[in-house]
């Protein structure tokens, strides 16, 4: 009888263990290394141009006392279904994304590549460094 119950011990194991192993490969995090960073000065350059989207993370409060120009406002929470804002975006152009804090940029940056956008920048150094090299805020 204790060996059949080290079996069944070591068969629950391998499939915990294998089940953990798929999860792993796909529930794949975008990692610090993997997020692009873009300047504010080549931001401002391809604004100009009409070439990328901008995307706010940070709460409606933030949003309404400052924001750089045509800036989309989105708050990310686990209580919301952010799928509807995102389908607004244009996955041919590509997207910058700041917020207030690394956690909710990278998640957003997480979410539109996994929905398939393949240009997502995060603002080098957040709306504060924008300010700081002469950026516009409305």
């Keep these: 009888m204790?060996?059949?119950?080290g079996r069944r011990l070591m068969r629950k194991y391998?499939?915990?263990?294998?089940?953990?192993?798929?999860?792993?490969?796909?529930?794949?995090?975008?990692?610090?290394?993997?997020?692009?960073?873009?300047?504010?000065?080549?931001m401002l350059d391809r604004m100009k141009k009409d070439e990328?989207?901008?995307?706010?993370v940070r709460s409606a409060q933030e949003f309404d006392d400052a924001h750089i120009f045509k800036a989309k406002n989105i708050i990310l929470s686990e209580n919301?279904?952010?799928?509807?804002?995102?389908?607004t975006l244009a996955k041919d152009k590509p997207v910058v994304i700041y917020g207030k804090n690394k956690k909710n940029t990278k998640k957003a940056i997480e979410i539109l590549k996994d929905d398939g956008f393949?240009?997502?920048y995060e603002l080098e150094g957040g709306i504060e460094n924008w300010i700081l090299v002469g950026g516009k805020v409305y």
């Design 14 to 42: 391998l499939l915990l263990f294998t089940i953990l192993l798929l999860c792993s490969q796909g529930c794949k995090e975008v990692e610090a290394s993997e997020i692009e960073m873009i300047s504010p000065e080549e």
């Design 2 to 5: 204790g060996r059949r119950n």
């Design 80 to 87: 919301n279904d952010n799928s509807l804002f995102f389908d």
């Design 118 to 120: 393949e240009e997502v």
């Design 52 to 56: 990328i989207q901008v995307l706010d």
